[in-house]
């Protein structure tokens, strides 16, 4: 099966771009304040997905499926996998490590089977195990995944950095607070989303 790989590079963008847009509480038009916390976490993991599919589609022209981001990350050749770890912000790290790290956001669904994150939050009500998950892990993940592709892959860029001439991930975006309100309660995510301290003893003692 062949695919469209601009395409293919562009739909990851998106999907990350929407992850973006989905991560601070927001209030609009006649909307009360609100944060949408499984969009989020499926914006950003399915960036992920599609990001490590390119990956290997453009390594072997094969369309891969699946949704476990581990995976995913596995199933790449070793030398990709430390090229995506070593890259910032992910990295520096190892191979081993990050499939680690990534395999800490996967859980299971009502029949026991293990799912991925974008599968566990898509169909939250039918699952029994979602780990609270740092929804940085994702986000610096693609970042990383993304700008190793463009070493990998210098000739493919994805249309917006074709409209943008270029595209460049704000680091002083703060992805933290939103995907822990669910573990530590609305309020106090409000209260402590302004300082990560405070916010790491709240999900400490929610832990206990």
Do not use: C
């Amino acid at each position: 099966m062949k695919v469209d790989e601009k395409h293919m590079l562009s739909s990851a963008v998106q999907f990350f771009l929407a992850g973006e847009r989905l991560t601070q509480s927001i209030k609009f038009a006649d909307y009360p304040e609100h944060i949408l916390i499984p969009s989020n976490i499926i914006m950003y993991s399915l960036s992920v997905e599609i990001i490590l599919k390119f990956f290997a589609y453009k390594i072997n022209q094969n369309v891969i499926h699946g949704h476990i981001i581990s995976e995913l990350y596995n199933s790449l050749p070793l030398q990709d996998q430390e090229l995506i770890a070593s890259t910032p912000p992910i990295g520096p790290t190892n191979a081993g490590d990050l499939s680690d790290d990534l395999r800490s956001i996967d859980g299971k669904n009502s029949a026991g089977r293990k799912k991925s994150a974008f599968e566990l939050w898509r169909y939250g009500y039918e699952n029994v195990e979602i780990n609270p998950i740092s929804i940085n892990i994702l986000r610096d993940f693609f970042i990383s995944a993304h700008n190793a592709s463009r070493v990998r892959f210098p000739n493919l860029s994805s249309s917006y950095e074709d409209a943008w001439g270029g595209l460049k991930f704000d680091d002083r975006w703060n992805a933290w607070p939103s995907v822990w309100f669910e573990a530590v309660g609305y309020e106090e995510g409000m209260q402590a989303q302004d300082d990560k301290r405070i916010f790491h003893e709240i999900l400490r003692e929610k832990k206990e």
